[in-house]
C-alpha cells in the first residue's frame, strides 16, 4: 500500500513543468495513514523506490531530455523549455522533493531504524538511496542543503556541488562496507524491493556504478576522478540482468511515467523525438532506432509507451561506457576500445577499430545513445565533454546547465539567492561551460 500510495501522488503531481511545487505538504500528505511516525523500515523504503523512479523518469528526465536533444517540444511549454524559455516551475517541486515525501527525511529515518535492529544489510541499500537521491539532486541543482538539511537550524547552508557529490561518495562507501556484513540480524527488504528484491549482491554492484557515475561528474573540475571512477567501474553492473529501473505495471497507480505523461495526463504531442537524435541513429544504422522511437520517428515507440515497460536508470551499458572512457582517459586505449566493442556487441553492433580522439569519440558518442532515459545522464555527459557537439536550439545561446531552486525553498531560506543571481543561474561554478567537445576538438556549439 506505501507504494501505492506513493505512486499515485507523485504520477498526480509531476505532469508537467508547470505544476505547482508545494505539492509536498498539506491535506492527506501531511496526514497519511501509510507513513505514521512509527513506519516501518521497509515501508519507508518503499516510499522512498518510488520517489526515486520519478526523480529519475519524472519532469526532470523530460526537461534534461530537451537541453540534450534527444527529445524537441512539440507544443506549448514544452515548445518554450526546448528553446530554452524556462524559469523556477520547470522543476516542478523536485527540489522540496529531495527531502521530503519519500525523500531524505524518511531515508534517514528508516537509516536509524535499520541501525537500531542492527540490520546492516538494509541500512546500507537504504544508504544506497540516500546516494542516488542526494547525488542526483547535485546533478540537476549544483550546490545543495544537505549537511545541515536535518539539523533544525533555520536557513540551512548550501553545501558546495563538489562536497555533496564527496559526501555522497563517503555514504555510498559506507553502504558498500554495510552490504558486505554478515551479521544474523540482517534482513534485506526482499518483499519491498520491486527491482532487486534484496539481493546485497546487485545493490553492492549499483553502488560502485554509482560511485563512478558522479565520480565522472566531478572529473571536469578534478580530472583524478577519471582513475577512480575505473575503479569502481570495475567492481559495477556486470550485466543486463543488474540493470536498476523502475518496476512499473499496468495498474492505474503504477505506471510509467511517460506513459503517465502522454496517455491519463493528455499530454500527447508535448514531448517528441528530436530530429538530430532520430538521425544521429540513422546515420549509424542503429537497431536502438526502432527500439526507442516510432517508425516515422516522431515520438517514442509502442513499447516505451507501455504502461509496465521497465524504465531503465542505472546500466551495465553505463556502467561499461564509463569504463571504456575511464580506461581512456587513464591512458589504456586498449581497454577502452575493448569495452567499447563490449557494449556495441551488446547491442548487436559490429566492432570498431579505431584509435586516439577518435576513439574517445566514438565512446562519448555511443554512451550519448545508451544514456537515452536514463535519467539525466546524456545531460550530465554533454555538460561534461560536449559530444556529440550538437548545436543550440536557438542561435547564440547555451543549453541550461541545471535547475533552478524550489521557489518556496528560496522564499524560506536565505542562503538561496533569487532566481538568475549568483549559482542559482544557468551554470554552476563547479560545471563551467565547455570552450571545445571533447570529441572532435572543435568549438563547443551549445555547452
Same mark, same amino acid.
Given at each position: 500500500?506505501?507504494?501505492?500510495?506513493?505512486?499515485?501522488?507523485?504520477?498526480?503531481v509531476?505532469? &508537467?513543468?508547470s505544476?505547482?511545487? =508545494?505539492?509536498?505538504?498539506? /491535506? =492527506? *500528505?501531511?496526514?497519511?495513514?501509510?507513513?505514521?511516525?512509527?513506519?516501518t %523500515?521497509?515501508?519507508l523504503?518503499? /516510499?522512498a523506490e518510488?520517489? +526515486?523512479?520519478?526523480?529519475?523518469?519524472?519532469?526532470?528526465?523530460?526537461?534534461?531530455g530537451?537541453w540534450?536533444?534527444?527529445f524537441?517540444?512539440?507544443q506549448?511549454?514544452?515548445q518554450?523549455?526546448?528553446n530554452y524559455?524556462?524559469?523556477?516551475?520547470?522543476?516542478?517541486?523536485?527540489?522540496a522533493?529531495l527531502?521530503?515525501?519519500?525523500?531524505?527525511?524518511?531515508i534517514?529515518?528508516?537509516?536509524q +531504524?535499520?541501525k537500531?535492529?542492527?540490520?546492516?544489510?538494509l541500512l546500507?541499500?537504504?544508504?544506497?538511496q540516500?546516494?542516488?537521491?542526494?547525488?542526483?539532486?547535485?546533478?540537476?541543482?549544483?550546490?545543495?542543503?544537505?549537511?545541515?538539511?536535518?539539523s533544525?537550524?533555520?536557513n540551512?547552508?548550501?553545501?558546495?556541488?563538489?562536497?555533496?557529490y564527496?559526501?555522497?561518495?563517503?555514504?555510498?562507501?559506507? %553502504? +558498500? %562496507?554495510?552490504?558486505a556484513?554478515t =551479521?544474523?540480524?540482517?534482513?534485506?527488504?526482499? &518483499?519491498?524491493?520491486?527491482?532487486?528484491f534484496?539481493?546485497?549482491?546487485?545493490?553492492?554492484?549499483?553502488a560502485?556504478?554509482?560511485?563512478?557515475?558522479?565520480?565522472?561528474?566531478?572529473?571536469?573540475?578534478r580530472?583524478?576522478?577519471y582513475?577512480q571512477?575505473?575503479?569502481e567501474?570495475?567492481?559495477?553492473?556486470?550485466?543486463?540482468?543488474g540493470?536498476?529501473?523502475?518496476?512499473?505495471?499496468?495498474?492505474?497507480?503504477?505506471?510509467?511515467?511517460?506513459?503517465q505523461?502522454?496517455?491519463?495526463? /493528455?499530454?500527447?504531442?508535448y514531448?517528441?523525438?528530436?530530429?538530430q537524435?532520430?538521425? *544521429?541513429l540513422?546515420?549509424r544504422?542503429d537497431?536502438?532506432r526502432?527500439?526507442y522511437?516510432n517508425?516515422?520517428?516522431t515520438?517514442?515507440s509502442?513499447?516505451?509507451l507501455a504502461?509496465?515497460?521497465?524504465?531503465?536508470?542505472?546500466?551495465? =551499458?553505463?556502467?561499461t561506457? +564509463?569504463?571504456?572512457?575511464?580506461?581512456?582517459?587513464?591512458?589504456d586505449?586498449?581497454?577502452?576500445?575493448?569495452?567499447?566493442?563490449?557494449e556495441?556487441?551488446?547491442?548487436?553492433l559490429?566492432a570498431?577499430?579505431?584509435a586516439?580522439?577518435?576513439?574517445?569519440?566514438?565512446?562519448?558518442i555511443?554512451k550519448?545513445?545508451?544514456?537515452?532515459?536514463?535519467?539525466?545522464?546524456?545531460?550530465?555527459?554533454?555538460?561534461?565533454?560536449?559530444t556529440?557537439?550538437?548545436?543550440?536550439?536557438?542561435?547564440?545561446q547555451k543549453?541550461?546547465?541545471?535547475?533552478?531552486?524550489?521557489?518556496?525553498?528560496r522564499?524560506?531560506?536565505?542562503?538561496?539567492?533569487?532566481?538568475?543571481?549568483?549559482?542559482?543561474?544557468s551554470?554552476?561554478?563547479?560545471?563551467?561551460?565547455?570552450?571545445?567537445?571533447?570529441?572532435t576538438?572543435?568549438a563547443? *556549439?551549445?555547452?
Amino acid at each position: 500500500m506505501i507504494k501505492l500510495r506513493y505512486l499515485v501522488t507523485l504520477a498526480a503531481v509531476l505532469m &508537467a513543468t508547470s505544476c505547482k511545487s =508545494d505539492f509536498l505538504t498539506g /491535506g =492527506d *500528505l501531511s496526514t497519511d495513514p501509510n507513513r505514521p511516525s512509527a513506519a516501518t %523500515a521497509n515501508q519507508l523504503f518503499a /516510499g522512498a523506490e518510488a520517489a +526515486i523512479w520519478a526523480l529519475l523518469g519524472s519532469d526532470p528526465a523530460r526537461v534534461t531530455g530537451m537541453w540534450s536533444r534527444q527529445f524537441a517540444g512539440g507544443q506549448n511549454q514544452y515548445q518554450s523549455i526546448y528553446n530554452y524559455v524556462y524559469d523556477e516551475g520547470v522543476q516542478s517541486g523536485f527540489n522540496a522533493g529531495l527531502y521530503a515525501a519519500g525523500g531524505l527525511i524518511d531515508i534517514v529515518h528508516a537509516q536509524q +531504524i535499520a541501525k537500531d535492529e542492527k540490520n546492516f544489510a538494509l541500512l546500507g541499500i537504504l544508504q544506497v538511496q540516500e546516494a542516488i537521491t542526494m547525488g542526483t539532486g547535485a546533478d540537476l541543482f549544483g550546490n545543495l542543503v544537505y549537511s545541515e538539511a536535518l539539523s533544525g537550524v533555520p536557513n540551512p547552508k548550501l553545501d558546495d556541488q563538489l562536497v555533496v557529490y564527496d559526501s555522497v561518495q563517503k555514504v555510498l562507501t559506507a %553502504a +558498500i %562496507a554495510n552490504m558486505a556484513t554478515t =551479521d544474523v540480524t540482517n534482513s534485506p527488504p526482499s &518483499a519491498a524491493d520491486l527491482v532487486y528484491f534484496g539481493d546485497t549482491n546487485l545493490w553492492t554492484e549499483l553502488a560502485h556504478t554509482l560511485k563512478a557515475r558522479f565520480y565522472m561528474h566531478t572529473a571536469e573540475q578534478r580530472p583524478g576522478a577519471y582513475a577512480q571512477a575505473l575503479a569502481e567501474a570495475q567492481q559495477g553492473i556486470s550485466s543486463d540482468g543488474g540493470n536498476y529501473f523502475g518496476a512499473f505495471t499496468s495498474n492505474a497507480a503504477e505506471q510509467n511515467f511517460y506513459f503517465q505523461f502522454e496517455g491519463p495526463a /493528455g499530454r500527447a504531442g508535448y514531448l517528441i523525438a528530436d530530429p538530430q537524435f532520430v538521425a *544521429l541513429l540513422a546515420s549509424r544504422n542503429d537497431p536502438r532506432r526502432v527500439e526507442y522511437f516510432n517508425a516515422a520517428g516522431t515520438r517514442l515507440s509502442a513499447a516505451r509507451l507501455a504502461p509496465d515497460f521497465p524504465q531503465p536508470f542505472v546500466t551495465y =551499458d553505463e556502467n561499461t561506457l +564509463i569504463w571504456a572512457e575511464a580506461a581512456y582517459r587513464t591512458g589504456d586505449q586498449v581497454t577502452a576500445l575493448a569495452k567499447l566493442n563490449e557494449e556495441r556487441a551488446n547491442h548487436g553492433l559490429t566492432a570498431e577499430a579505431v584509435a586516439g580522439q577518435v576513439l574517445l569519440n566514438e565512446i562519448l558518442i555511443e554512451k550519448y545513445i545508451a544514456d537515452f532515459q536514463l535519467g539525466h545522464e546524456a545531460w550530465n555527459d554533454f555538460k561534461r565533454a560536449c559530444t556529440p557537439n550538437f548545436a543550440p536550439t536557438q542561435a547564440g545561446q547555451k543549453m541550461p546547465g541545471r535547475m533552478y531552486y524550489d521557489p518556496n525553498e528560496r522564499l524560506t531560506n536565505t542562503n538561496i539567492p533569487p532566481a538568475g543571481q549568483g549559482f542559482n543561474g544557468s551554470r554552476n561554478p563547479d560545471d563551467p561551460p565547455n570552450a571545445v567537445s571533447d570529441g572532435t576538438g572543435q568549438a563547443c *556549439l551549445a555547452g
